[in-house]
């Protein structure tokens, strides 16, 4: 190895997230008691839409207590349209851009993140700061960027039905979900403060 060169990654801040307990649920006519899956990514065929669609309409319709949110921009207008046509506008509410990322966060109860490809995935990284119990793609960028001892919650990018089963295991077992363990890694791990004395130690 040639240590003359390292990675070092973007800081995440943790702040913005910890100091903010607000959601949009009201907003979006969701009741608390409800299950809330959710992916944040702009629309592009590297963020997978197709099986983040895929998994929530089928989920969706077994559960009815089971809703997914969609955020990022171009994504209400690829979706919208398609969601009432199988009827499940009550269930799956596809957003466009927005500036709260953190309250949509706050939202959910689980993330799904199947991307065909990343640079540093900061999407998945904001929700495991914000607590969030996962499925995500077992691409290289991704396997980089949580410990190996939460693998077990990494699929292929097109196997939904494997995504599915690990995701309705967190919706049957609501109070097991939580990574507080992962949530404590990613602050640390992502910490800009230390990312960026890192980056200056390397100068």
Known sequence: MDHRFDVIYNGIDAEKFLNCDENIRKELNIPEEAFVIGHVGRYAREKNHNAVFEVAQK?????????????????????????????????????????????????????????????????LIEALIAGLPFVASDIDPILETIPKSHYSYLVAPEDTQKAITILTTFYNNKNSGNLPDLKNWAIKNYNPNILFQKFYNKL
């Open 59 to 123: 989920i969706c319709s077994q559960h009815k207590d089971v809703y997914f949110i969609l955020c990022g921009k171009g994504v209400d207008v690829a979706f919208s349209e398609k969601i009432k046509d199988l009827k499940l506008s009550n269930q799956i509410i596809a957003l466009g851009y927005r500036k709260d990322v953190v309250k949509i966060l706050n939202s959910m109860n689980a993330f799904y993140f199947p991307s065909f490809s990343e640079g540093q995935p900061n999407a």
